[in-house]
């Protein structure tokens, strides 16, 4: 059973900083797609950035050159620095795996990509 647990969101100012952590369990392979995902209050999820074992990386371009995904291989865990935030960066952050690797960059950031989720951690940016 995979098993994803965020941590790190909270409150910042805009212009702040915050680093969100997601924590896996279950996944026995070495072949996945781990993202991180959003959903504001009255909007649909959206995807933020997402990476696989091959090392494809993609990010929402509203988030590029602010936020930064990396992943930890022997931890199997993936972390989301965020720079830079703004108060449309509002909103409740998830995590979310596959076992497989993208064929196709950009569903890294589809929600519909993802059969396993988190629970999510809030993060606020106050203006």
């Known amino acids: 059973q995979v098993q994803l647990v965020e941590s790190g969101g909270g409150t910042v100012q805009a212009g702040g900083s915050l680093r969100l952590s997601c924590a896996t369990s279950g996944i026995t392979g070495n072949t996945y797609s781990l993202g991180w995902l959003r959903q504001a209050p009255g909007k649909e999820r959206e995807g933020v950035a997402g990476i696989d074992t091959t090392g494809t990386a993609m990010y929402a371009d509203s988030v590029k050159g602010r936020f930064t995904i990396s992943r930890d291989d022997a931890k199997k865990t993936i972390y989301l620095q965020m720079n830079s935030l703004k108060p449309e960066d509002t909103a409740m952050y998830y995590c979310?795996?596959?076992?497989?690797?993208?064929?196709?960059?950009?569903?890294?950031?589809?929600?519909?990509?993802?059969?396993?989720w988190g629970q999510g951690t809030q993060v606020t940016v106050s203006s």
């Open positions: 979310a795996a596959r076992l497989d690797v993208a064929r196709v960059a950009r569903y890294l950031i589809s929600a519909a990509y993802y059969p396993y």
